[in-house]
């Protein structure tokens, strides 16, 4: 069972950079704004969980760059950017605040992306395995000096750090504001940006979509669900204090697809004929039930949340929405359930409250989100009590990138630490698209060896390490 999950390392690195240029980069022609306009943003945009700048990072090895030179590769980049900011010119423009804390885009004179172009004298093989997420790698996204925490108001929303190696390859660093778009929309966007690189002229299939008036909210609001998901959480159980008073430690596995599908068909046994579980549903139950096993989450009494995600595209059928929306359509699902159901019962039935939760995201639950939020903004993040699933394993992420050099050796997040709740589904990467699984979390390191034996064994339920009379 150990070799069905594999505990992935990454070395300690110290990365030094000098920062060349600080490049601002302007729409390549008119956009569809002018000074001084604005543009309107969704309550699903500027929900309080979406307020922050993603950060991904793409490597590149020198073999891929043929004959391109070091400098072409940050004018090929700058200037297909340039070119695809015409057609989303929304990330051309700055955050501000409205009435009652509501977020907007607005336009102002020489706003524009930012671009850095930086070097180092290391070469990318001195960076380790460069296919699991090191928190060291941090230097090659860029931050401005003394930035606050969550800084998004009055921002780039998209700063490109190109950092040239000694041996030729590089890393392209993103931070994209999540404000602006999900993770589908930022595939959307990646993709065009890289295949205008790739031809020198603009490119966009689909035609990029704004229209975030979509989601108004109705009038007046009818909010039809509890939406647990934004409820304040009490934080009186020991999972604050272990995860935020201990400094956590980012831990990566590679989860194999037999073990993927062993839970999968584990979590299945069940005499519900209407339960059909998914490979998500028996991981995250799997994963949830490990990290509060290792965790020792007192009192067993303690009501904890798993949320995660859902994609709301398809689910909309009146009116649907139209190809090329690359804004937020995503909802927050909600599973429930104290800490002694989670480490008493069968793989099963927590599966069922993740499947549950998931299909409970219906058009109508996604309305009834954005009225929530209209009549009860949440002003703050939770971050106590829950753990957040994030899934990047249907996400493009490497076919997205082929800017013209290939596809890149690796595609990804960086760092998780500073929200040690959050854990990451990543796909294996370039070598093995879609089979094996990467689940990088963060733990204190007190508890990381009995999360990977709880993460290893197929059957908790058997498990002589769980005290039942806790």
């Not at 939020?373 to 829950?386: N, S, Y």
Request: charged share 20%; with cysteine.
């Amino acid at each position: 069972m150990d070799s069905w999950v594999e505990e992935l390392h990454f070395p300690p690195v110290n990365i030094p950079i000098t920062i060349a240029h600080l490049l601002p980069v302007l729409p390549a022609g008119p956009i569809s704004a002018a000074p001084g306009e604005s543009l309107y943003l969704s309550n699903l945009d500027d929900i309080i969980g979406a307020r922050v700048f993603t950060p991904t990072i793409y490597f590149y090895r020198s073999d891929f760059l043929g004959n391109s030179t070091r400098k072409s590769v940050t004018k090929t980049l700058f200037d297909a950017l340039s070119l695809v900011l015409v057609p989303y010119y929304p990330l051309s423009g700055r955050l501000r605040e409205t009435r009652n804390g509501k977020l907007e885009v607005f336009f102002g004179q020489g706003q524009g992306a930012l671009m850095v172009e930086a070097c180092s004298e290391m070469a990318l093989e001195n960076l380790g395995e460069l296919s699991v997420p090191n928190p060291a790698w941090s230097p090659l996204i860029f931050r401005f000096p003394n930035e606050e925490p969550y800084k998004i108001l009055d921002m780039p929303l998209l700063i490109a750090q190109v950092t040239l190696f000694s041996c030729g390859g590089f890393s392209l660093g993103l931070r994209l504001c999540h404000c602006i778009c999900d993770g589908l929309g930022a595939m959307q966007f990646l993709r065009a940006w890289a295949a205008t690189a790739k031809s020198g002229t603009l490119v966009t299939d689909p035609d990029p979509c704004w229209n975030r008036k979509f989601f108004q909210p109705r009038n007046p609001p009818v909010v039809k669900y509890p939406h647990m998901e934004f409820m304040k959480i009490d934080e009186r159980s020991s999972l604050t204090r272990s995860l935020w008073q201990e400094k956590p430690v980012q831990k990566c596995y590679r989860i194999s697809r037999e073990f993927q599908a062993h839970l999968k068909s584990v979590a299945a046994q069940t005499n519900d004929q209407n339960f059909s579980c998914t490979t998500f549903d028996a991981m995250a139950a799997h994963v949830w039930r490990s990290w509060v096993k290792a965790l020792d989450v007192k009192p067993v009494n303690y009501k904890l949340r798993l949320t995660f995600s859902v994609n709301a595209r398809n689910k909309l059928k009146n009116p649907p929405l139209k190809d090329g929306y690359y804004g937020n359509v995503v909802c927050l699902a909600c599973a429930v359930s104290s800490v002694y159901e989670l480490i008493t019962r069968q793989l099963t039935e927590t599966a069922h409250l993740v499947h549950n939760a998931r299909i409970g995201v219906s058009e109508e639950y996604l309305r009834s989100t954005v009225d929530h939020v209209e009549v009860d903004r949440p002003t703050r993040l939770e971050f106590g009590g829950k753990l957040t699933i994030t899934q990047w394993t249907r996400f493009s992420i490497y076919e997205s990138a082929d800017f013209g050099w290939g596809r890149p050796v690796y595609a990804g997040p960086i760092d998780l630490t500073p929200t040690p709740q959050v854990c990451v589904f990543l796909p294996e990467g370039e070598t093995d698209p879609g089979d094996r699984m990467v689940v990088c979390i963060c733990l204190p390191e007190s508890a990381t060896d009995k999360f990977k034996h709880f993460l290893s064994s197929e059957d908790q339920s058997r498990d002589d390490d769980v005290d039942r009379n806790n």
